[in-house]
């Protein structure tokens, strides 16, 4: 089998077993009694007085590939367990909303909220409560072949997203799960894959969004990831689950492992995951029996991993009410137009030569739709995320429902990259073309990276249809950023759509008709060569190669199932170093750092209208560390279109005793405009945006001087708001500052 056939299958094998699992909803399970106890705790202590030891253990692995064990002697149900950040994928389908990329690049929190408000919904629909995201590792490097499942290259952007989506998940009585817990940035041979990052790189940029989506937005979960940190496995490292996570951030939740990512027993346990998934293969009465009649593990260890699976479960109310909520739906029309408003918000603009877009209907008369991806339009990447949609709108059914009976929208096949004379001449006569290529969900997804060329040779096809006709959109599905240096000059318009869900088609033909405004905004910097992405010195393949894989891991799924213990045992002890020598300077702050020029720079997107943004003032001139900000701007639709716009603000450290980014985004709002209007818009600079980390004392620190305050509507598109002088910080902030 060769490595395509291979990921065919895989995509098949993950889409089936997808379809296969059946939550075994036992409506007359019963509920556990609490003996009259009022508080989680008692609950807790209720059902620990009454369980086995035996039972104890069990209920430190999983069942059924998607579920915490129940306990039938004590009327205790399964807790059922389903992926992920775009939708619930496990149990029949749901809907399949845009990939977290996408959510990501509408910047908007309260449209994230949405999503997973709805989400959730659809998880109590189906008996779900415990949501296996969101996905939080950050974009370090584009063939990552789950980028588009992640939110960024930026630890504040994505915290913050994360917070809105984790809070509202549990609002709705289902428990967030943050992953993959940690530097877990690419797939290729994510077993093996040992990141070497130091102290300081690690809370600044790999732990940070993590800590904002557990600290501030309360999430009850969190998942190890498969590779090694710093020479040891995620799933046993100490001091990220105990010193970090546990101590410094104050969690109380749930640990669990991602799927066969545990290779140890005592090392496990004593490290601090409380749940190995999907099953028991190394936490089981076997093996942790043997170490508590050795002595090595005690009762009270046991017992603090189950008190907190308890007590997560009962929080979330798990324990209390109906497997199925069947007041909630799933697939329901609200939720088809929730994804997508998601999906409009989340397109990204990249270029539009002399307004070639919108394409006004009335003004034009024929479009020819070209490339793969226009009728087979993917609606996520691949992998454990992918939600299988149904009846998704492809971008040619979108074109065709947007502008039918206006204007002639003809569909027009090409043999790689070369059209018949009959198409040519289609494609010649058109008022424009609209070529849709990129990704799938078979060559970008889980388990491989993908490569930094567009699939098949598309960059052919998008010049020859540039050729015949210079009037060409090239809309372009991935999940990170990819080779543009072949092809982008000949072409006037770049749309970047990423994975938009079930109404990607519809959200992109109204976009293109002019209907509705682009206002994305690219989550990470799109570079002009593969090389300057600072972590590609550090890649272990060249562009061109990292689609290989090794498929001797234990992700083979595609042969059965592969995971033996002695296997993962000796697995363990592999590994190769990536190392992430480019440190704090990751993303934009490299960029920035060394002058590189991107080819988009984070931040960046356009819109068919124009903003102004003026008279920024900063109302405080001196704070005391430990309190916050506050930046107002006013900001003026000067076109004549409606539009939405995303204020962005970074900080900039004046002087530091430390090398710091040039400067970092601290706070960003996304602001709709009618034409001429103008707005006055406030905004609050948290005062965790002036600290940095210090290695060597461990901990973050604060340092009392000038912080320049600069805001715009992108990276690379600021202007300065002034400075503020940072006193020296307060004793109460200190306290609390550790986290
Ligand atoms: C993925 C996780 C996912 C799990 C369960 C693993 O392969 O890495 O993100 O939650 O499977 O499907």
């Known amino acids: 089998m060769n490595s395509q056939e291979i990921k065919i299958l895989f995509a098949r094998t993950v889409a089936e077993e997808a379809r296969n699992v059946k939550p075994t909803v036992e409506a007359d399970a019963g509920l556990p009694d609490f003996d009259g106890a009022r508080t989680t705790a008692q609950k807790v202590e209720a059902l620990m007085s009454r369980l086995t030891r035996g039972e104890k253990i069990d209920l430190l692995s999983g069942i059924d590939n ?52 709805a989400i959730g919904d659809e998880c109590r629909a189906t008996g779900v409560s415990i949501l296996l995201g969101p996905g939080l590792n950050m974009y370090r490097v584009p063939t990552n072949g789950r980028n588009f499942e992640y939110m960024g290259e930026d630890p504040f952007l994505a915290g913050e997203m994360a917070v809105s989506y984790v809070k509202a998940v549990q609002g709705r009585g289902v428990m967030a799960t943050v992953k993959h817990f940690a530097c877990n940035n690419s797939e290729y041979d994510r077993h093996r894959m040992n990141s070497v990052v130091d102290e300081r790189t690690l809370h600044e940029i790999y732990l940070e969004a993590f800590r904002r989506a557990v600290v501030k937005g309360g999430a009850m979960a969190v998942m190890t990831s498969y590779n090694l940190i710093n020479g040891v496995r995620a799933s046993e490292n100490a001091y990220l689950l105990m010193d970090v996570l546990r101590g410094q951030w104050g969690f109380t939740g749930l640990i669990m492992s991602d799927w066969n990512a545990v290779y140890s027993v005592e090392d496990t346990i004593k490290g601090g995951l409380d749940l190995e998934m999907p099953g028991g293969r190394f936490l089981n ?18 017992d603090g991993h189950v008190r907190r699976i308890l007590g997560t479960v009962i929080e979330i109310g798990a324990y209390e009410r109906p497997v199925v909520d069947a007041s909630r739906q799933c697939r329901t029309k609200a939720h088809r137009l929730l994804a997508r408003r998601a999906a409009e918000e989340s397109v990204v603009l990249l270029k539009n030569e002399d307004d070639l877009l919108p394409l006004v209907p009335g003004r034009i008369r024929m479009i020819a ?150 206002s994305g905004k690219l989550p990470f910097t799109f570079a002009r060569q593969w090389r300057d992405h600072p972590a590609t010195g550090n890649y272990p393949k060249a562009p061109e190669n990292t689609t290989q894989v090794l498929f001797s891991g ?98 900039r450290d004046v002087q530091s005793r430390l090398p710091r980014p040039r400067h970092e985004l601290k706070q960003f709002a996304k602001v709709a405009l009618d034409p001429v209007e103008e ?61």
Not at 83 to 105: C, E, K, Q
Not at 285 to 302: A, F, H, N, Y
Not at 697 to 723: K, Y
């Open 66 to 117: 998607m579920a915490i064990k129940g306990v039938a002697r004590l009327s205790m149900p399964r807790v059922w367990n389903s992926d992920a950040t775009s939708g619930v994928r496990n149990f029949g389908m749901g809907t399949a909303f845009p990939a977290s990329i996408a959510l990501t690049a509408s910047w908007n929190r309260e449209l994230v909220g949405d999503i997973a408000g």
């Open 285 to 302: 009465r076997d093996t942790i029996g043997l170490l508590l009649r050795e002595g090595r593990l005690s009762e009270e260890d046991v």
């Open 369 to 518: 739709v070209i490339g793969p991806n226009s009728r087979d339009t993917p609606t996520g990447g691949g992998g454990a995320s992918y939600v299988e949609a149904e009846d998704s709108v492809s971008i040619l059914e979108g074109l065709e429902r947007e502008f039918g009976g206006v204007v002639q929208v003809l569909h027009v096949e090409d043999a790689a990259g070369c059209f018949s004379e009959a198409d040519a001449s289609v494609i010649r006569k058109a008022d424009a073309v609209v070529a849709c290529v990129g990704y799938n969900h078979v060559i970008e997804s889980e388990c491989y990276d993908r490569s930094w060329r567009l699939p098949d040779a598309q960059e052919e096809l998008i010049r020859s249809a540039c050729r015949l006709n210079p009037r060409t959109v090239v809309v372009v599905n991935a999940g990170g950023d990819y080779e543009t240096e072949s092809w982008l000059k000949r072409v006037p318009v770049l749309l970047q759509i990423f994975y938009l869900g079930v109404e990607g088609g519809s959200a992109v033909a109204r976009i293109v008709s002019g209907r509705v405004n682009p």
């Open 554 to 651: 234990p992700d083979v799924r595609v042969n059965g199932d592969s995971y033996s213990i002695k296997k993962r045992m000796s697995l363990r002890q592999e590994k190769w170093d990536i190392r992430y020598a480019e440190g704090i300077f990751h993303g934009y702050r490299f960029f920035d750092a060394y002058g590189v020029q991107p080819l988009f720079p984070f931040g960046f997107g356009l819109s068919y209208t124009r903003f102004e943004l003026s008279h920024p003032e900063i109302k405080e001139k001196r704070v005391n560390a430990g309190e916050p900000v506050t930046l107002s701007i006013s900001m003026r639709n000067t076109g004549s279109r409606v539009g939405l716009e995303v204020v962005q603000v970074y900080v």
């Open 679 to 739: 707005k006055r818009i406030e905004l609050t600079i948290e005062p965790d945006a002036f600290r940095f980390y210090d290695a060597d004392e461990h901990r973050w620190v604060m340092e009392p001087g000038e912080f320049e305050i600069l805001v715009g509507t992108s990276s690379r598109a600021l202007q300065s708001a002034g400075t503020v002088e940072l006193g020296h910080a307060c004793a109460e902030y200190l306290k609390g500052a550790a986290s």
